[in-house]
C-alpha cells in the first residue's frame, strides 16, 4: 500500500511555468511505474506522462518538448516540469502508481493557465 500526495499546482499566466511533486509513503526506486495523468472533463482523465524505475519516461504528445518528469531520490517525490504552459494544460492534475495489481492515485493538484 502507498499513499500519494501532490503539490505545487496554482494559477500561472500562458507561457508560464510550474513545477509539480508527488511525495510517496515508500520509495519511488521500488515502484516500476509513476505517472502523471489530468483531469480534462468530468469523464476524462487522461495521460500526461510516465517515469520507470530505471529512469526512462514517455510523454503524451500535448506534453512532448514542454513536460519533463523526472524522480528526486533525495525527496522521494517524482516532480512534472511544465514550461510554456497553455490555457488547454488547466486541469487537475494526479500522480498514480501501481504496485502489484493494485492501482493508486493521489488526490491531485489543481493547474489553471489564464491571464
Known amino acids: 500500500q502507498v499513499q500519494l500526495v501532490e503539490s505545487g499546482g496554482g494559477l500561472v499566466q500562458p507561457g508560464g511555468s510550474l513545477t509539480l511533486s508527488c511525495a510517496a509513503s515508500?520509495?519511488?526506486?521500488?515502484?516500476?511505474?509513476t505517472r502523471w495523468h489530468r483531469q480534462v472533463s468530468r469523464y476524462q482523465r487522461e495521460f500526461v506522462a510516465f517515469i520507470k524505475s530505471d529512469g526512462s519516461t514517455t510523454y503524451a504528445d500535448s506534453a512532448k518538448g514542454r513536460f519533463t518528469i523526472s524522480r528526486d531520490n533525495a525527496n522521494n517525490t517524482v516532480n512534472l516540469q511544465m514550461n510554456s504552459l497553455k490555457p488547454e494544460d488547466t486541469a487537475r492534475y494526479y500522480c498514480?502508481?501501481?504496485?502489484?495489481?493494485?492501482?493508486?492515485w493521489g488526490q491531485g493538484t489543481q493547474v489553471t493557465v489564464s491571464s
Open positions: 515508500r520509495s519511488f526506486s521500488s515502484i516500476d511505474f
Open positions: 498514480s502508481v501501481i504496485i502489484g495489481s493494485q492501482l493508486y
